[in-house]
């Protein structure tokens, strides 16, 4: 993992785990719309169903 050290890059790692990262997302969302950040980079998410339910939240986040 490569981190960048700049006040300007937020990183936040998420849970390995689909249903904590579910369950965490909105309010890293909201934490970062507060932060005013601009534009927010997802790695990609496992292939696995479980991660269905984070691809539905970022997704109706991204329609916003």
């Known amino acids: 993992i490569v981190r960048i050290k700049s006040a300007q890059v937020l990183y936040r790692r998420m849970p390995d785990d689909a249903a904590a990262t579910a369950q965490q997302l909105f309010a890293v969302l ?23 339910g984070v691809r539905d939240r970022l997704q109706r986040a991204a329609a916003s």
């Not at 980079?41 to 696995?48: F, G, K, R, S, V």
């Open 30 to 52: 909201r934490d970062f719309d507060a932060q005013g950040v601009k534009l927010i980079w997802i790695e990609h998410l496992p292939a696995d169903a479980a991660w269905d």
